[in-house]
């Protein structure tokens, strides 16, 4: 299963430029809608990006599907696509789309590919910036810039939990969890700063900004492609009980770092018994 990863690309920032770009802080009123609530919005660029991806990507795999974020949205049953051995494409349009419709820059527009409940290849575009972040199966992790030119990423070195900077996602933690939870984190790290898009903390860490990142609630839309560009940079991914990360499985949280030794100081030193939070708790070793 050989992909284009440039064309992807190019298709990506095509759809950009055609739906996103120009309502960035132009949205109407009546472009902007609801979904569970008044954090969880849809814009017409999201629809409108969707609708113009689905197709293309589709054509450039014969016998591919596509499950994207706002199809999910309308049909649920789509997400059970994922865990088939066809391949499938995993779309976010707009990723930070609360951002976005505020007029904020950190948005980005996510693809990935998968295939037997992996992820075999990824892109995360920045479009405001014109850098594209991708990643192949055993291929590394790069970015190429609105220029073509390609640097090849590695993962942030590691380094103790208090020199820490990164993502801490306390939204769908359990109420009787959050609080301690959001001590102990302040405590262990240096900072642990939201930015309201995955795909851009995934950058951060991809760029060595940011060390770490941990979410409990994991779409694939917004991990799919993250994961799979984290890895090949060289860092270490996992779920909260040490799992590998399998797509298909939208509990059980996600935790992030540059190596597997700082991946379990996190663990055990910042989740505890948290860890078991939407899955099962496996300590190292047992």
């Given amino acids: 299963m050989k992909i284009d990863l440039?064309?992807?690309?190019?298709?990506?920032?095509?759809?950009?430029?055609?739906?996103?770009?120009?309502?960035?802080?132009?949205?109407g009123d009546d472009q902007v809608q609801q979904k569970t609530g008044p954090k969880d919005l849809v814009t017409i660029a999201d629809l409108e990006a969707e609708a113009l991806l689905t197709p293309i990507l589709e054509d450039l795999l014969p016998g591919s599907k596509v499950v994207g974020e706002e199809a999910c949205s309308a049909d649920p049953k789509r997400l059970q696509l994922m865990a088939g051995d066809d391949p499938?494409?995993?779309?976010?349009?707009?990723?930070?789309?609360?951002?976005?419709?505020?007029?904020?820059?950190n948005f980005c527009s996510m693809v990935a590919l998968i295939s037997g409940d992996h992820v075999r290849a990824a892109w995360i575009l920045d479009p405001l910036k014109k850098q594209l972040f991708v990643a192949e199966e055993g291929g590394g992790a790069w970015r190429w810039d609105g220029d073509g030119n390609g640097q090849r990423l590695q993962a942030a070195s590691a380094r103790p939990l208090a020199d820490m900077d990164g993502a801490f996602n306390f939204r769908f933690v359990p109420d009787d969890w959050r609080c301690a939870l959001r001590e102990r984190a302040t405590a262990a790290f240096k900072s642990h700063n939201r930015l309201g898009c995955g795909g851009q903390e995934y950058i951060r860490m991809l760029m060595g900004v940011y060390q770490f990142a941990v979410y409990t609630i994991n779409m694939p839309w917004d991990h799919c492609p993250g994961t799979l560009l984290h890895r090949e940079s060289g860092g270490h991914v996992g779920r909260f009980d040490g799992r590998a990360y399998r797509p298909s499985e939208i509990i059980g949280g996600l935790l992030m770092a540059p190596d597997e030794t700082s991946w379990w100081q996190i663990q055990e030193q910042v989740l505890g018994e948290a860890a078991s939070l939407g899955a099962v708790y496996t300590k190292r070793g047992s």
Wanted: aromatic residues 8%; negative net charge.
């Fill in 88 to 105: 499938v494409w995993v779309i976010d349009p707009v990723d930070g789309t609360l951002n976005f419709a505020r007029g904020k820059e």
């Fill in 6 to 27: 440039e064309r992807v690309g190019n298709h990506m920032q095509e759809t950009a430029e055609a739906v996103i770009l120009p309502r960035f802080q132009a949205l």
